[in-house]
Every structure is written in C-alpha cells, then in structure tokens.
C-alpha cells in the first residue's frame, strides 16, 4: 500500500507544525570543523532559539551531545521546554534531505513519516549510511506509520502547493546520480504514490555552486497554492542569469490548481557570496530558502543590506499574517545551503483548520 492509497499527503509548509527538526553539526572536520565547530554551534542554537519562539524543536544528534546542545541553546535564549533532543546519531547536518517527509491523513488527520533512500546528492559525499537512517529512527521514536518511497529523493529537491501540484527540476530528479534506472514517467509515478500529489511541473536547472544539482528551495517557493516566489538574477555578467531567466520562462507558462496562471513574483539573488580558496567559488545564497514555522516566516540574509531588507521586505508582504525574522547564514551558506536545507517541517496531528479540506 503506497501513503497515497492509504488517503496520506503531504501538506504545505505554512500548514500547522507540531516540530520542525533539525540535525546538529556534527564533530567532523569536513564540516565546520576546528576553529569553525564553535561558531556553527552557536548559529545553530540561534535557528534553534528563533524557532523555538513559534513550536518545539526536534533535534537528532549522539546522547554524548545532548549536555552541550542544550547548554547552546540556553545561552542562545531558547524556551527551554520546546527543545527535544533525540539520540539520533547522523552523518550531516542536512535534515531537509536526509530526514523524514511527514504526510498526513486527509480524513483522520494522522501523521505518517515517507521514507525515501538517501545518497548525498548523487554519491558526492560518502559516508552517508546514517543520514539515510534518520527516518526510519525518527518514525521509531515517534511511534509513526513508515511508507517506503522506492526511490531517492531529497526534501529539498520537491515544492508542494497543498492543491495537488508539485514543483521540481529535472537537474536532480532525472540526473542518473539519483535514480538512473527510472524514467520520468516511473518517477512522478513514486511522488504521486509516495506524497499523495497530482500533477508534477518541472523546472530546468538550479543556481551556480549547488552541491544538490539544483534544489527547488533556492529556485522557487510557493506562498500559497496560487503564487510562486522566483529568484532572479539582475547580473548580466552571471551565469545565473539565463538559468533563472529560463525557470521563469517555465513558471509563467505553468497552470495552477484551477487552470489559471500562476502569480509568479520575482525575488532577486543577493550579490555573489564568494570565499577565496574555497571549493565553492560562488556560494549558493537565495532568500527563498526561508522556513515557514508556526506564525512566523525565518528568513537568510547575507550582511547585505540594502538586498536584504528588500527581500525581508517582500517576504513580509507576502506573510503578512506572520512574523519575518531575518538570520544571518553568510557563514552557514559555505557548506552549500541555509535555513530550509537544515530543517524539516512535521505537520500537527489531527484535523486543523489550516489543512487543505480543513473545517
């Protein structure tokens, strides 16, 4: 029995939450390691804190850890009760990837966790073997039904509107380093099945410097099941420019849920973060890599000022019920993501006024 045969779907981010999760830095000198471990710590317990504000955090990290995460989360100011550590050992910090994609019954309002496989984005960085257990332990601890996807998939590579519609790239779900034995039709076949959508609309490729090949969640973001939220670069010099030109292209001639034109807004990128030396020469900085948490919007910037008020500025207009706060993740980007990359949404158990079909 596949989530969508048992009446499961996936619902949209700005859905009620009972958690949003996270998976600490881990102590390995391939990330943030050395001088840089105490930093990453701290930006952590901040996200940790600033979500924690709206609903509990669920962190997966060893037992040896919990002392000291909470102690980081305590100087950061968190409320204390909403800090749920796990002993959920892991190979990385990419929670929005290597963690469960929460479904929910659209009757009963259960809550079920999809377990897709997990190979670094295409094998690109070993080991991975307990990132890919991240799911099913979480689903363990949590006592939750386990539907198994039957392909890879990461959570940053899917968009979903809560109307059926789900919005990806072909850069890294057609890319043979995922599922090179499936073809598009098998592969929106197993999202329908495994996340309970209709119809997939696909973009071409993503942003310059993106370990994933190209993740929707520095691409594009829906608002609501009608408006969509598009990066743009202004740069002419950059090669960005066409490839985001080109998803727009796309965006604008896609239907929404009742055969209209989507609202597409353009966001445009920060200027280009670079570190000399650093494996990634042009970082893959993108505002809508936000995180919709209960009542609130967080939001990346990057000690940009003028674009990053503008960005907050535009998010706040389109969440004008919530409160937008912006984070610093100039430093956290250097590892190749931000705030949505980090963290995965889990729905609130039950039937809610904020569901799809709701009362």
């Not at 998803?247 to 807004?265: D, I, Q, T, Y």
Request: negative net charge; hydrophobic residues 40%; glycine residues 10%.
């Amino acid at each position: 029995m596949t989530a969508a045969s048992a009446g499961f779907s996936m619902p949209p981010e700005w859905s009620p939450q009972e958690a949003v999760w996270l998976s600490w830095p881990v102590d390995d000198p391939r990330h943030w390691g050395g001088a840089k471990r105490e930093m990453m710590w701290g930006k952590f317990a901040e996200i940790a804190a600033a979500i924690s504000r709206f609903e509990p955090v669920r962190i997966n990290a060893p037992g040896a850890d919990h002392a000291a995460i909470m102690a980081a989360c305590n100087r950061a100011r968190a409320v204390p009760e909403h800090i749920q550590l796990f002993d959920h050992p892991h190979n990385d910090v990419w929670c929005r990837d290597h963690g469960p994609i929460f479904v929910k019954h659209g009757v009963t309002g259960e809550v079920a966790v999809t377990d897709w496989e997990f190979n670094a984005w295409g094998g690109k960085f070993p080991p991975w073997d307990l990132d890919n257990a991240i799911p099913s332990r979480i689903a363990a601890s949590l006592g939750k039904r386990v539907f198994k996807g039957g392909m890879i998939l990461e959570g940053g590579a899917i968009e979903i509107n809560g109307a059926g519609q789900l919005l990806t790239t072909e850069a890294v779900l057609l890319n043979p380093n995922r599922n090179a034995r499936l073809d598009r039709q098998e592969i929106e076949q197993r999202l329908r099945d495994g996340l309970g959508v209709s119809e997939i609309l696909w973009l071409k490729q993503g942003i310059e410097g993106d370990d994933t090949d190209g993740h929707i969640d520095d691409l594009a973001r829906f608002t609501d099941t009608q408006t969509i939220l598009a990066c743009v670069e202004r740069n002419s010099t950059s090669p960005n420019q066409r490839i985001l030109q080109d998803n727009l292209s796309r965006l604008r001639s896609l239907l929404g849920p009742h055969g209209h034109a989507f609202e597409v807004l353009e966001i445009p990128l920060p200027e280009a973060c670079e570190v000399p030396g650093w494996r990634l020469p042009v970082l893959p900085a993108s505002y809508v890599n936000f995180l919709i948490v209960n009542g609130g919007v967080l939001v990346p910037t990057f000690r940009q000022g003028k674009n990053d008020d503008r960005a907050l500025g535009m998010i706040r207009e389109l969440f004008s019920d919530r409160e937008v706060i912006g984070i610093d993740c100039l430093d956290l980007v250097e590892e190749g993501g931000t705030l949505h990359c980090i963290s995965q949404q889990q729905p609130r158990e039950g039937r809610t006024s904020g569901d799809p079909g709701g009362p």
